[in-house]
């Protein structure tokens, strides 16, 4: 499956009415009285792509492939298959485009137009907030008609380009999670379906707003998949990762390369709970990397003793290796050797575990909202919601990781 795709979207699978002669700046308010003639020219052009692609839209939410492709340039129209088989399989139920800027002359292609879109989408739930995309279009005139010549992957950070832009997919769906994974990968989605549906029970404990995700949407990614959905680049040591794409949803995508036999049990549960618990835009305080990752580790561990966790020894070996006994700087570096990271994970799971028994999962998630959500100084927050000095807190959870680590 495949798709960068394009287009209007409509809300509950209802296409908007754009009203002739109206047409909405990149902010979406209306035109301004008074444009040059070649403003005004350019609104006028963007009016009619508009209203391409919100016959497109239409026809996508409709099921109606004939109807999606025929604005498109016979070149474009594979790529458009693709990208329409893509988005109908992962149920698409809202797909909401605006125009992102007037259209533009474009200087590498001579006598085609760029078009700037921005998208919002759901799928299977007509009623979510939507997800969001912005991707370059290229249009052609035709007589008086725009046709779409091309569809640009996103670019935009963090997301980047989503899996269904950018080539075939199969999917399968349950009741609270998706999973997608390449044609070639295809035998494994029973399995991982299964393993994604038991993860998302537990990942529901852990939505600190109190309200779950609608649904979990996990990608499981080949090899080169790896290197290019939402962007790539992500460090070598990185085995799945959540990440947001907008209306608080967060997509998964889980490395098929990295991934131990047993594991992706584990694995799921500690990525769809950072679906269920991160923010909407994430968090970027990498002083709070503990707690992020260390309550994603006690959900993954799903409630097993101590002794049993299997990042014990990399544990060990970073707290007798010079680690300088602060949870703040834990976060390892992208280029850090494998057990350095094993055992950062390892010691965030050890602290919230730490404060879990000490004040509860329920007290710790309103911790956990007040310092990743609420951004309160961690002073604060430790003062407001557990009635204890941070400082002394901290301490006391150091204190268990080197009593566990022996």
Known sequence: MAVTLVFVLVAGGAAGVLLPGLVRDAAGRPAAAGDDPATAAARRLGERMAGQLERQATALLGGDRSGFLAIAEPAARPALTR????????????????AAGLPTGDDGHPGQWRLPVTVGYCFLVPSCR??????????????AEPRLVAVEESRAKPAGARPWELGDLAVAVGKRAVVATTPALRGKLPGLLAEAEAAAAVADLYAVTGRPPDRYLVFYAGRTEWQRWYGGGRPKWTAGYAVGVGGGHHDVVLNAASLSPGGTGELLRHELTHAASLP??????????????????????????????????????LVHGGWNGRLDSLAPADDAADDRVGGAYGVGYLAVRHLVDR???QRVRDFFRAVVHERKPLDDAAEAILGDSWPALHDDCVGYVRAVAG
């Open 83 to 98: 990208r329409y088989a893509g988005l109908r399989a992962l149920r698409v139920t809202v797909w909401r485009p605006a």
């Open 130 to 143: 939507p997800a969001a995309v912005e991707f370059g279009t290229r249009w052609r005139l035709v007589g």
């Open 280 to 317: 909407d835009g994430g968090y970027s305080d990498r002083s709070s990397w503990w707690l992020v990752e260390g309550l994603a580790e006690y959900a993954g561990s799903d409630g097993q003793p101590v002794g049993r966790y299997e990042g014990l020894a990399e544990v060990r070996r």
């Open 359 to 361: 004040y509860g999962e």
